[in-house]
C-alpha cells in the first residue's frame, strides 16, 4: 500500500502537455478542482473524469498510474460510500428488516465517489507531467505580486515543491524500513488497534531519524551552491506562455461551460 502513493512522481516525457507552461497547468488544476465542488450532476462528473483519463492517454501516461494513486484512498472512499448509502434519508429504494437505502443516498454515494476520484486523477496528472523545479518557477510566478507586501515568495515555494518532492523518497524510505524490520522477525500490522500501533514504532523513529539526516544533508547542499533565498536569482528556464497554453486555456474553458451547461440545463 506504501509504494501505491504516487503524489509527487514526475514521469519524463514530451508530449503536449509535458510541455505546457507550468503556471497554465497549476491554474488549470486549482481551477478544475473548484469547478468539481460546484457540480452537483452524475453525468457532468463522468464526462470530467473521461477528459481527466483522456489526458492521461495524451500524455502518454499508463491508466495504471491513475488507478495506482487512488488506491491508498480507496477505503476512505468506500467508508464514505456506505454512510450515504445507509445513512442519507429520502424515498426509499430498498427496504430489508431495519436497513433502507435510500434513492437520495445512493445518488450522494456516486457523487461523492466520482467527486474523490477525478479530484485525485487531475492533480495527480499535474505532479506526473510537472518538475518540482518547474512548479517551484510556477507557484513563485503566481504568487509574484505577494512579495509588494512582504511575504517570502520563492521561500514559500520551495518550502512546498520540496515537500511534494520528498514524498516518493520518504514513501521508499519507509518501505525500506518496513521490509528491513520483516527481515528482522518485527511483527507489524497485525494483532488489535494498540498492538498495530506499537508495531510501527521500529519504523518510525529510523524514519524520524533519516528524514532530519536528509533535511541536513539537502541545507548542507544548497549553502554550499550560496543559496540565500530568491533575492536577485534568476532562472535556467523563463516561463512564457505560448499558443498551446491559450489553445489550452480555452479548450478548458470551453468543457467548464459544457459542464456547468449539462449541470443546470439537462
Same mark, same amino acid.
Given at each position: ?14 508530449? +503536449? ?22 457540480? /452537483? ?42 454512510? /450515504?448509502?445507509?445513512? !442519507?434519508?429520502?424515498?426509499? =429504494? ?6 433502507? +437505502?435510500?434513492?437520495?443516498? @445512493? /445518488? ?7 467527486? @474523490?476520484? &477525478? ?9 506526473? !507531467? &510537472? &518538475?518540482?523545479?518547474? =512548479?517551484?518557477?510556477?507557484?513563485? %510566478?503566481?504568487? %509574484? *505580486?505577494?512579495?509588494?507586501? %512582504? ?13 511534494? #518532492? ?7 524510505? !519507509? ?25 510501527? +514504532? *521500529?519504523?518510525?523513529? *529510523? ?10 544533508? =539537502? ?5 554550499? #551552491? ?10 535556467? #528556464?523563463? =516561463?512564457?506562455? !505560448? /499558443? ?23
Amino acid at each position: 500500500m506504501i509504494k501505491d502513493i504516487t503524489l509527487g512522481q514526475y514521469l519524463p516525457g514530451n508530449s +503536449i502537455i509535458h510541455r505546457l507552461d507550468p503556471r497554465t497547468k497549476l491554474l488549470m488544476t486549482v481551477s478544475f478542482m473548484m469547478v468539481l465542488f460546484i457540480l /452537483n450532476s452524475i453525468l457532468s462528473l463522468i464526462i470530467s473524469m473521461v477528459i481527466v483519463l483522456s489526458c492521461y492517454h495524451i500524455a502518454g501516461i499508463s491508466y495504471k498510474y491513475a488507478f495506482k494513486g487512488i488506491k491508498p484512498v480507496l477505503y476512505v472512499i468506500v467508508f464514505t460510500v456506505i454512510l /450515504n448509502v445507509f445513512f !442519507t434519508s429520502g424515498a426509499p =429504494l430498498l427496504v430489508w428488516k431495519f436497513i433502507t +437505502i435510500s434513492k437520495e443516498g @445512493v /445518488n450522494s454515494a456516486i457523487l461523492v465517489s466520482l467527486r @474523490v476520484l &477525478t479530484l485525485i486523477t487531475s492533480a495527480s496528472i499535474m505532479t506526473y !507531467t &510537472t &518538475t518540482p523545479i518547474m =512548479l517551484t518557477d510556477a507557484i513563485e %510566478k503566481l504568487f %509574484k *505580486p505577494l512579495k509588494k507586501i %512582504k511575504v517570502p515568495v520563492h521561500e514559500m515555494a520551495m518550502m512546498m515543491t520540496i515537500a511534494l #518532492r520528498f514524498i516518493p523518497t520518504l514513501i521508499d524510505e !519507509t518501505d525500506k524500513i518496513m521490509k528491513a524490520q520483516a527481515a528482522r522477525g518485527a511483527d507489524i500490522g497485525t494483532g488489535n488497534i494498540i498492538q498495530r500501533a506499537k508495531s510501527f +514504532i *521500529p519504523i518510525l523513529v *529510523p524514519l524520524f531519524i533519516s528524514s532530519f539526516k536528509r533535511a541536513d544533508d =539537502l541545507a548542507i547542499a544548497m549553502e554550499s #551552491r550560496c543559496y540565500r533565498g530568491g533575492e536577485g536569482r534568476t532562472s535556467m #528556464r523563463v =516561463l512564457k506562455f !505560448t /499558443n498551446k497554453d491559450l489553445f489550452a486555456f480555452i479548450a478548458f474553458v470551453l468543457f467548464t461551460i459544457i459542464l456547468f451547461v449539462l449541470q443546470f440545463f439537462i
